[in-house]
């Protein structure tokens, strides 16, 4: 089994080019069939029902900090509903912490990009053997695989292979970069979308798509009560967040340049201060490293995130689902994607099929974000994207259009319906 994965991660190596070289000539075509995908309603509240039959035991995997989010309420929900559920697999300390037989802490180890997946491929190769080795000893009612598409469609061969249901939370954006790769997650039992034009895109592919919602609605709620407690700004000044990423790589790529940005800014407005929130505690000498060079004076807050969120008047973010929390709180974003690699930035705006980045733009139709992707982020034109988000029309028009989105990404209940896919997977599968 692992020897099959591995010629099959083998073969992937071999035919990037060509499949990239591939999408991007086909990509006019694809931009147009993005263009033209069905956008579904936001998903309905749901009555509460008795599960089908009992679950005890599901096998989970996913691999960064966000994804062992989305799994810790889906995991709360599930047992909830069927208490004793017994649950395993790959994770990190805050899954452990909630009673999850943790194999591998995947969602700790903070691989991103393709050297940190190189890197470690032994330890990923590892993670395949013993959850092919776990199907075939102790077959759990259902495999749930949180995001992580680059092990988890891996390990959704290997399920699907051994009849174990498969439920994929959070699908893949295949439709915006690796078109090819849906020929795997066909094979999930329930494929759970998180946004409104997904489930088309998917259902035209052939893949068992429900659209269950954004899961950072189910969050939103006890986000600020599980944090440090803010800083309290003075309200007596307009205050705009710098949000220049999680990981170590992206604070490189894009805090320097929101720095400069934040002192164009504060030479034009003497009313603007600056904080930066971050929770975690690893960035922080980094984080500090940069501000003390800065030239403007910013506010940090450790520990601390939706709670400072709540008092700002706009920010400047990097793109991914902080966009989306912070239009959750009623703030117009400025969407930053630093990118130092030339093939990367061209690739950023001339290879993915999409006709914008950020997911809220996305979801708009339109630029609702100003997107500043790539190797050069300019300052001035950061400072003019914000500034005009500050006050006028341009800011009252951002914040209707958010307010209109807002029943697709900051709503609760998307935990409670991927339960009750799994469920369903469950129950469908012979007995």
Do not use: K
Not at 28 to 40: I, K, Q, T
Not at 83 to 92: D, T
């Amino acid at each position: 089994m692992v020897a099959r994965e591995a010629g099959a991660a083998l073969a992937d190596l071999l035919l990037a080019a060509p499949r990239q070289a591939w999408a991007l000539l086909a990509r006019r075509a694809r931009l147009a069939r993005f263009r033209a995908l069905r956008h579904d309603a936001p998903p309905p509240p749901g009555a509460a029902s008795p599960p089908p039959r009992p679950l005890r035991r599901v096998l989970l995997s996913c691999g960064d900090a966000s994804g062992e989010n989305h799994a810790l309420r889906l995991v709360e929900t599930l047992r909830r509903r069927h208490p004793g559920l017994q649950a395993a697999g790959f994770g990190g300390a805050r899954l452990a912490a909630a009673g999850v037989e943790v194999w591998e802490p995947l969602a700790d180890l903070n691989v991103m990009g393709f050297r940190d997946v190189a890197a470690r491929l032994p330890l990923f190769f590892r993670c395949v053997a013993r959850f092919a080795r776990e199907l075939q000893q102790r077959p759990p009612d259902a495999a749930v695989l949180v995001d992580y598409p680059g092990l988890n469609r891996h390990l959704l061969r290997v399920a699907a292979h051994a009849r174990v249901p498969v439920v994929d939370y959070i699908a893949p954006q295949l439709w915006a970069w690796a078109p090819w790769r849906v020929r795997d997650f066909r094979r999930a039992d329930r494929l759970l979308t998180i946004l409104p034009f997904e489930r088309d895109w998917y259902a035209r592919a052939g893949a068992a798509a429900v659209y269950v919602g954004h899961p950072l609605g189910d969050g939103l709620a006890a986000a600020a009560a599980e944090e440090a407690a803010p800083p309290q700004l003075d309200p007596r000044f307009r205050w705009v967040g710098i949000l220049p990423g999680s990981r170590r790589r992206e604070i490189q790529e894009n805090l320097p340049a929101l720095l400069a940005a934040a002192g164009e800014l504060a030479a034009r407005r003497p009313d603007v201060r600056f904080v930066l929130p971050h929770l975690r505690a690893s960035v922080w000498p980094l984080l500090h490293e940069h501000l003390r060079a800065a030239a403007v004076e910013v506010t940090p807050a450790p520990g601390s995130y939706h709670g400072v969120l709540a008092q700002l008047q706009a920010a400047w973010v990097a793109s991914g689902t902080a966009l989306l929390e912070v239009a959750a709180h009623g703030v117009p974003p400025v969407l930053v994607y630093g990118l130092s690699s030339a093939v990367a930035a061209w690739g950023a705006r001339h290879a993915l099929a999409v006709p914008y980045v950020g997911s809220l733009n996305l979801l708009a139709g339109e630029e609702l974000a100003p997107e500043h992707v790539g190797r050069s982020l300019d300052p001035r034109a950061l400072a003019d994207d914000l500034e005009a988000r500050l006050e006028g029309p341009r800011r009252a028009q951002v914040l209707a259009s958010i307010a209109r989105l807002r029943p697709h990404f900051a709503v609760p209940g998307a935990a409670e319906r991927a339960a009750r896919a799994v469920e369903e997977a469950a129950a469908a599968a012979p007995a």
